[in-house]
Structures are given as C-alpha cells and as structure tokens.
C-alpha cells in the first residue's frame, strides 16, 4: 500500500481527471492497471501516456531466450520457456509498434528463425520443442510440422516492413508468395497473416493484385461479418469458438492496409461502431477465440485491449 500522501499512479501515467471517465481511454487504463502484465501495462503507457519505449523493449526482453527466440508465455495460448515462432512473431510485433524492429537484436532474432525453419525455409506453427509445455488444445504439437502461412507471413511482412535484410528472408519471402496466391479457401487467421505479408512485401503491384483477389475470396466465403446486427448470419471457420467471428477492423487495422480496400465505407464505419460498444463493463475487450484456461485469457484481454484502441484511434475515433 502507498503511504499517506504518495501518489497511487506510476511515474509514466497521468491523473484521469482531464479527461471523461465514461470514454473508452480512462476506462481501458483501470483495466490494464488492475490486470495486465508489465509489458502491457509498458505498451499501454507507450502508446497511449506518452511513455518512453526503453520500459517496452526492457520488459520484452524477459521472454528472450538464450538461442535469440522468444518464449515465456509471450503468446499466453502457449505456456512454457521454450521459444517458438508464434512468440518470436509477437515479439517482432512488439518492437516494430514502438520503432525498434532493427539492429543486432532482429539480425539475432533472424538467426533464430533460420534455426527452426522447415525445409522449406519457412516458420512452422508449432516446434516440436512445445512438447510437455501446456498449450492450447487448438495448437496440436507435431513431430514434423508443416511450413504455416499463419507464423511465417507476419514475420515476414514486419521484417520488409523495416527494411531488415537477411539471408533467411529469400526463401520465406518466396513461401510467402506461393502460399498467398495459391490459396483457395482460408480462415480468418491465415487471411490476417496473408495482410501482414502483403501489406509490406516489396514487390507492390504483386501485393495489390494479390490483395484484391484474397479481398474478393473474403467476401464470397464470408469470413468478414459486414453486418454487426446479424452476427448469426455469418458462419464460423470450422474448429472456432462459437461466436469466433471477425470483422473488417480484423483485417485492415490501419486505414492504409491493403485490406482497406475489401470493405465499403459503410461496412468499415458499421465495424467500428461495433468495435467500440465491445468494450466491457470492466474497461477491457473481449477475447473472441477459444478460452481454455483462466490464465490465459486474463493475460490475453490487456493485449486485445490495446490493439482495439490503436484500432479505434487509427481510424479518428475518438477514445478519450
């Protein structure tokens, strides 16, 4: 408990009085106040208190391992201090938000990536190295596992996006190309990683031609619900959560994200809308995935949190 008279907020924070306590900024500090880890805790007031990102990067660095991936529980739907692509790519996700996606400690990072890629040269989901670590039953751990769009295309996209140039990046770029424009048929994870890649891939008329036809496949298969009020009218992806749905926001996080271009005005405001009354009664979002175990899901909510409000504010919303 803080003595009498010392001040409750950390050093980074700022009283809430100027600003409404009913909007959604103040509300979502509480929440993240009350229940995040460091990290989030360092990343809300980056983004949002004008923190500094030293504290960010800082608290990162306690999920690095020795052979430069990330574990820990980065990822909260995988438990255990083993590295794993799918931490390594939220770490790359951390560092590129605060303006650090570069340096000796990404060329590490790279080597890492080299290290677990398949033949290939591409990111499986899952590494074998998972196995005996919980996990989430929706993340089987397999002996050989597959070369995966979901962990390689994000890594990829952050990696162009902040002209880091590797010898790893040849191949998994061209993973990345066949993998997008072959596909058929998807889910809404698989598309987002497909926006990530395709959104900083070099090549930009490839990009453009790539995202209007992974677009037009969105809104045929429906796995974007374009109408918030008639949720029951969009399927869930096979092995989602009831109620797993997503929406344009999902995919064009910014407005300058190719993806952008896959929705009318109308079906991008409607989203937002939406977006905005999720927030619940306790200042924080909700998760929409599979919630299997209490931990987790109290971890994960701060992380969506923040990204529902970088979301909100990326569109001119007005969050305080």
């Not at 980074?12 to 500090?29: I, K, T």
């Amino acid at each position: 408990m803080a003595e009498s008279g010392a001040s409750p907020l950390p050093p980074s924070a700022s009283p809430l009085s100027p600003r409404s306590p009913h909007s959604a900024l103040p509300r979502a500090e509480q929440f993240v106040w009350l229940t995040a880890r460091v990290l989030e805790q360092r990343r809300f007031a980056y983004h949002f208190l004008n923190g500094s990102a030293d504290p960010v990067e800082t608290a990162l660095t306690a999920y690095l391992n020795a052979d430069d991936g990330y574990g820990h529980a980065l990822e909260p739907d995988l438990r255990g201090p083993v590295s794993q692509p799918l931490h390594t790519g939220h770490a790359l996700r951390v560092l590129d938000s605060i303006g650090r996606c570069s340096g000796q400690r990404v060329e590490r990072v790279c080597r890492y990536l080299s290290s677990v890629s398949t033949p290939e040269g591409a990111l499986p989901a899952i590494h074998p190295s998972q196995r005996g670590y919980p996990a989430a039953p929706f993340v089987p751990v397999a002996d050989d596992p597959p070369s995966s769009l979901l962990a390689t295309g994000p890594v990829v996209g952050l990696l162009h996006r902040n002209e880091v140039w590797h010898a790893w990046l040849f191949r998994a770029t061209d993973f990345c190309w066949e993998a997008v424009e072959s596909l058929e048929k998807s889910h809404p994870y698989e598309v987002q990683a497909a926006v990530v890649f395709l959104d900083s891939a070099p090549d930009r008329p490839r990009a453009e031609a790539a995202a209007d036809r992974l677009g037009r496949m969105v809104r045929e298969q429906r796995l974007a619900v374009l109408d918030p009020d008639q949720l029951d009218a969009y399927p869930v992806a096979p092995g989602y959560a009831a109620g797993e749905h997503h929406f344009p926001y999902d995919y064009a996080r910014v407005p300058e994200s190719l993806a952008r271009a896959w929705f009318t005005d109308e079906e991008m405001e409607r989203s937002l809308d939406f977006l905005e009354r999720e927030q619940q009664e306790d200042g924080g979002w909700p998760i929409r995935w599979r919630q299997w175990a209490p931990g987790t899901a109290l971890e994960s909510r701060p992380i969506v949190t923040i990204e529902a409000l970088r979301t909100l504010r990326a569109y001119g919303r007005a969050i305080v």
